[in-house]
């Protein structure tokens, strides 16, 4: 989360115009077909799906278990006369081993001998912000340090960035396959409808074309040229949570009132003075194609190229491009009930006879702008009969939003303590996966009842802002009454002098500029962990049923 704490309606130009100043689904549960697409869509199709030169890997890359990244100067602001120094780092830092967490106490609570076995094996990245860095509907020139998110020196390579962690993915996959890839929100950074084809193009391997202006470009690093992304292996399935840049311009403002029902909203949006400056040909920050870094106070307003795929979209048809894909499942976690109720949320049972629920639920609204807001009806029409509905099924649950608990707004109507209150008493609910905050951070939740029992929440960085890192995530049954959640902090595994190594250089010179001020690498106890964990009574049956594997986690 680089916050964007600003009133767009106090601005000139175009945007000002746009304030009016100037011319200018509920998971209906067992029976319901998750694979089937909303009424009227269908798949897209074309994806390329295939491999570059180099494949398959020979190894796995290495995780930060083993090497970390090293840069040349500190991360932190620096002297204006080391600025030949600045952005550069090499990959040969010390490696951080994993370090065991058992702030649940557990340990008081553990029988027999151990005897651990991999019961599921995942990957996790959030807040990717891919994004249209050309479109009129942007507050670039407003980019400072307490509003680092308003302009990235590297966010013309989004898209580069977020295909090199799928295919860092990939090349660990290649070794176990993934049972499944969690994406925490925020994928898109502005709720345009080319970012979010773009987002989802990228997953599906197509080759995808940033330069939504048509402008000429030239060079090698340029953040104007195609990517021929190659996506997500088409064998592992991939789930999307809502996050608030996804459905509000600028991750903070509604272009159209969720007030209105879905189809009067889809018929109000074009009549927004935000959506006409989204498509339309004049901008306050003109921005072409270059090959480095540019100081947003030396952009101009003018004319550009129009472009009606930079149109907003409602929460609806946000969650219906999920459903315009080659990738599984079949709007990757929303269902028609999704559309049918306007409302973000699903489940899904992850792995193939692990017996783990992804129970997934959306806080952007936008009462709370840029922070969560939990909804009534989600917590008590979903969450608290799929929480029941899992604990009778005897599987245990891994819980996906995207905000943490910590980020959801005084005024919410289900507040964080409540949220953590209602997941914590549910002894089969083990980890909460989230992102937004752009560091990685693990917060343990015990449920209070000095038994050991309780979940861990567990927030992802971004791929666009340093450090630019994902998640492997593998859940462990011990065979001692305890369970094990190991999380692998893993860096985009980017050759030197590609694209992406030179983009991760480019977050790093945004700190060392003193424009972005917070690293987000979080603490040594936030990265690589064994978290600890109960087994609840209702779940060691079908556990003690699947066969023994070889924890994956302990191969890096």
Same mark, same amino acid.
């Given at each position: 989360? @680089? ?62 278990? #083993? ?9 932190? @602001? ?16 010390? +490696? ?49 340090? @307490? ?27 290649? !070794? ?7 994406? %925490? ?7 345009? *409808? ?19 202006? =048509?402008?000429? !470009?030239? $060079? ?22 809502? $996050? ?13 009132? /969720? ?13 927004? =003075?935000? *959506? ?5 040909? #004049? ?8 090959? +480095? ?32 894909? %080659?990738?599984?499942?079949? +709007? ?24 783990? /629920? ?13 922070? =969560? *807001? ?78 050991? %029992? ?27 009454? %305890? ?20 983009? /991760? ?21 936030? /990265? ?13 049956? @079908? ?14």
């Amino acid at each position: 989360m @680089k916050t964007l704490g600003i009133s767009l309606c106090v601005l000139g130009g175009v945007l000002w115009a746009a304030c009016g100043g100037g011319d200018g689904a509920v998971d209906a549960g067992p029976g319901v077909d998750a694979s089937a697409a909303p009424d009227g869509g269908a798949a897209d199709a074309g994806a390329d799906s295939g491999f570059d030169a180099g494949w398959p890997p020979v190894a796995r890359p290495p995780t930060t278990v #083993k090497v970390t990244l090293s840069p040349r100067l500190p991360l932190e @602001k620096q002297d204006e006369s080391l600025s030949d120094d600045f952005g550069e780092y090499s990959m040969n830092g010390p +490696g951080e081993p994993h370090i065991l967490r058992d702030d649940l106490g557990t340990a008081g609570h553990r029988s027999g001998t151990p005897a651990p076995k991999s019961v599921l094996y995942i990957g996790h990245t959030s807040d990717n912000h891919v994004v249209d860095f050309q479109s009129p509907a942007r507050v670039v020139r407003l980019d400072n340090p @307490k509003n680092a998110g308003a302009y990235r020196p590297q966010e013309g390579f989004a898209i580069a960035l977020f295909d090199q962690m799928l295919k860092t993915f990939n090349a660990f996959s290649y !070794f176990r396959k993934l049972d499944a890839l969690v994406l %925490t929100g925020d994928g898109i950074d502005n709720n345009h *409808y080319n970012e979010v084809r773009l987002f989802v193009d990228a997953l599906d391997g197509k080759t995808v074309d940033p330069n939504t202006g =048509g402008y000429p !470009f030239s $060079g090698d690093f340029n953040m104007c040229s195609p990517v021929s992304a190659r996506g997500i292996d088409p064998a592992v399935p991939w789930f999307y949570v809502i $996050g608030n840049h996804d459905i509000l311009m600028q991750g903070n403002f509604e272009v159209v009132s /969720r007030a209105l029902t879905p189809d009067e909203q889809e018929v109000q949006i074009s009549e927004s =003075g935000f *959506y006409k400056t989204a498509v339309g040909d #004049k901008s306050d920050t003109v921005i072409e194609c270059q090959e +480095g870094p540019l100081n947003p106070m030396d952009l101009k307003s003018g004319v550009v190229t129009p472009n009606p795929d930079r149109r907003f979209l409602t929460h609806r048809q946000m969650i219906e491009e999920f459903f315009v894909t %080659t990738g599984l499942p079949s +709007g990757h976690g929303f269902m028609q009930s999704s559309i049918d109720a306007d409302l973000g949320v699903y489940t899904a049972d992850l792995g193939e006879g692990a017996p783990v /629920r992804l129970v997934a639920f959306e806080t952007a609204h936008p009462e709370a702008n840029d922070e =969560g *807001y939990v909804l009534r009806t989600v917590v008590d029409g979903f969450l608290k009969p799929e929480l029941e509905r899992a604990k009778n099924d005897g599987v245990l649950v891994v819980v996906a939003s995207h905000h943490p608990s910590w980020a959801i707004v005084e005024k919410s109507e289900v507040r964080s303590d409540e949220l953590v209150g209602l997941l914590a008493s549910y002894p089969n609910v083990i980890l909460h996966l989230v992102g937004h905050g752009h560091s990685n951070t693990v917060t343990p939740h015990p449920s209070g009842n000095a038994d050991g %029992t309780g979940y861990w929440e567990v927030e992802a960085t971004s791929t666009i802002d340093f450090p630019q890192q994902a998640h492997l995530v593998e859940i462990v049954d011990d065979g001692d009454g %305890t369970g094990s959640v190991y999380v692998t902090v893993i860096n985009h595994d980017a050759p030197e002098g590609s694209v992406a190594w030179r983009a /991760r250089a480019l977050s790093i010179l945004d700190i060392q500029t003193g424009a972005d001020p917070d690293p987000d690498t979080g603490g040594v106890s936030d /990265r690589n962990v064994i978290l600890k964990f109960l087994v609840a009574d209702a779940a060691k049956p @079908k556990l003690a049923a699947i066969p023994a594997r070889e924890v994956e986690t302990l191969n890096y």
